[in-house]
């Protein structure tokens, strides 16, 4: 599948790439008029990403703010209980959407990305490494103590592939 990330009257614009199946789908398929409905029942239906616009537009005119951004999400994402909350795939895809359009340049995006998610590993591992099993009585692990006795006999069977999957598989 084609994704593609183009200049639209001086927006960026994230969706198909014209000419693919999912592209032509979406522009032929017209919506169902409904009461009160102020849309022409021929218009488009707009874009599954749309509400991702005003972001992209934003970072697009101030790219030292998207650095900064993505510094933050990759070391959120990485802190130990915090990076469960952390939205970063919806970020970092679209960090990836304007690098590749060529909105924001691709080495000082690549830095922050790698520099914030090693942050943020070395801080929860020297945290393991300082509370040690003083963690799992601490919420949310104690509220969970057969998946962490699961996740103990994981990581001892497997080892590295183990953190390996646990860091990179979302």
């Given at each position: 599948?084609?994704?593609?990330?183009r200049?639209?009257?001086?927006?960026?614009?994230?969706?198909?790439?014209?000419?693919?199946?999912?592209?032509?789908?979406?522009?032929?398929?017209?919506?169902?008029?409904?009461?009160?409905?102020?849309?022409?029942?021929?218009?488009?239906?707009?874009?599954?990403?749309?509400?991702?616009?005003?972001?992209?537009?934003?970072?697009?005119?101030?790219?030292?703010?998207?650095?900064?951004?993505?510094f933050?999400?990759?070391?959120?994402?990485?802190?130990?209980?915090?990076?469960?909350?952390?939205?970063?795939?919806?970020?970092?895809?679209?960090?990836?959407?304007?690098?590749?359009?060529?909105?924001?340049?691709?080495?000082?995006?690549?830095?922050a990305?790698?520099?914030?998610?090693?942050?943020?590993?070395?801080?929860?591992?020297?945290?393991?490494?300082?509370f040690?099993?003083?963690?799992?009585?601490?919420?949310?692990?104690?509220?969970?103590?057969?998946?962490?006795?699961?996740?103990?006999?994981?990581?001892?069977?497997?080892?590295?592939?183990?953190?390996?999957?646990?860091?990179?598989?979302?």
């Amino acid at each position: 599948d084609r994704l593609e990330a183009r200049q639209d009257d001086d927006r960026i614009v994230a969706g198909p790439a014209p000419g693919h199946r999912d592209h032509d789908e979406r522009h032929r398929r017209r919506r169902v008029r409904e009461p009160g409905d102020r849309r022409q029942p021929d218009e488009p239906q707009p874009h599954d990403m749309d509400h991702f616009q005003p972001f992209l537009d934003y970072f697009a005119r101030n790219p030292e703010w998207a650095i900064v951004v993505v510094f933050l999400i990759a070391f959120g994402e990485a802190l130990l209980i915090i990076g469960l909350f952390v939205p970063s795939t919806a970020v970092l895809v679209g960090a990836g959407v304007l690098v590749g359009s060529g909105h924001l340049p691709f080495w000082p995006v690549f830095l922050a990305t790698l520099i914030g998610a090693v942050a943020g590993d070395q801080i929860s591992y020297w945290a393991g490494r300082f509370f040690g099993e003083h963690l799992k009585v601490l919420w949310p692990l104690n509220r969970f103590p057969q998946l962490v006795v699961r996740g103990e006999e994981f990581v001892r069977n497997h080892g590295g592939k183990s953190i390996a999957l646990g860091r990179f598989v979302p």
